[in-house]
């Protein structure tokens, strides 16, 4: 199992990034996937989850109305779409899969709300 995050970088409060989760070897379309963030010094945080035919989505309260999680099963790659981004969002942001009892992440992405 392979998962590489891109997209992230250093944005103006209320700017926007769409974060990328480019996935392989294991069957993307039978599985849920979820971004987390982890901030310095604070513990891993679920962000948004999408089920796996994208019908179905999770949104933490702290996100909602601002982020979406569409992905692309053709593609085999799950989104983060991040618009009004403020000061706190600032984290490294993970993709993971769960597999059965096995979870999976990425090596992560960085994104800094800064003026």
């Known amino acids: 199992v392979q998962l590489v995050e891109s997209g992230g970088g250093l944005v103006q409060p209320g700017g926007s990034l769409r974060l990328s989760c480019a996935a392989s070897?294991?069957?993307?379309?039978?599985?849920?996937m979820s971004w987390y963030r982890q901030a310095p010094g604070k513990e891993r945080e679920l962000v948004a989850a999408?089920?796996?035919?994208?019908?179905?989505?999770f949104y933490a309260d702290s996100v909602k109305g601002r982020f979406t999680i569409p992905r692309d099963n053709v593609k085999n790659t799950a989104f983060l779409q991040m618009n009004s981004l403020k000061p706190e969002d600032t984290a490294v942001y993970f993709c993971?899969?769960?597999?059965?009892?096995?979870?999976?992440w990425g090596q992560g992405t960085q994104v800094t709300v800064s003026s």
């Open positions: 993971n899969v769960k597999r059965g009892l096995i979870g999976s």
């Open positions: 999408i089920g796996s035919a994208g019908g179905s989505t």
């Open positions: 070897g294991f069957t993307f379309s039978s599985y849920a």
